[in-house]
């Protein structure tokens, strides 16, 4: 079945919203700019990594620049984005975040395919993102 690119992306945005945003029947034009920047990413049809980390952390401070690195890698490729959970709480209560730093993974069709707390190196998040690396 062929589906049109709108309905494709009203579809995957739908996939991506997370049932915490349901279940208090919140309408979709509410969501924060955090989950707006999640759920255009995911329904581009690139892989996309979000990751969710404070300032204060230290960790996550370090995976920050992992990914920064990762981003200039895979420009074009994929969407590595970075939510500051101090600014963005409603987000990252909308992903049930529970310890700093995580990794979200999403495939190309939108969903999820693997979350991951604690640092990662560099191989690993663009391995994830089924992307190569440029040399």
Do not use: Y
Not at 36 to 61: I, M, W
Not at 77 to 93: G, Y
Request: net charge neutral.
């Amino acid at each position: 079945m062929d589906t049109s690119p709108l309905l494709r992306a009203l579809l995957l945005a739908i996939a991506v919203l997370p049932m915490t945003a349901c279940d208090r029947g919140d309408p979709v034009t509410s969501a924060s700019p955090g989950m707006r920047l999640v759920q255009n990413a995911t329904a581009s049809g690139l892989p996309t990594v979000v990751e969710f980390g404070a300032e204060t952390c230290a960790s996550c401070r370090e995976m920050k620049t992992v990914l920064d690195r990762v981003a200039g890698q895979t420009e074009g490729r994929a969407h590595v984005l970075n939510i500051d959970i101090s600014k963005e709480w409603e987000t990252a209560q909308a992903f049930r975040i529970q310890m700093l730093p995580t990794q979200i993974f999403f495939g190309p069709d939108g969903r999820e395919t693997w979350r991951h707390m604690g640092k990662l190196p560099e191989t690993t998040v663009i391995a994830r993102l089924g992307v190569g690396a440029v040399p």
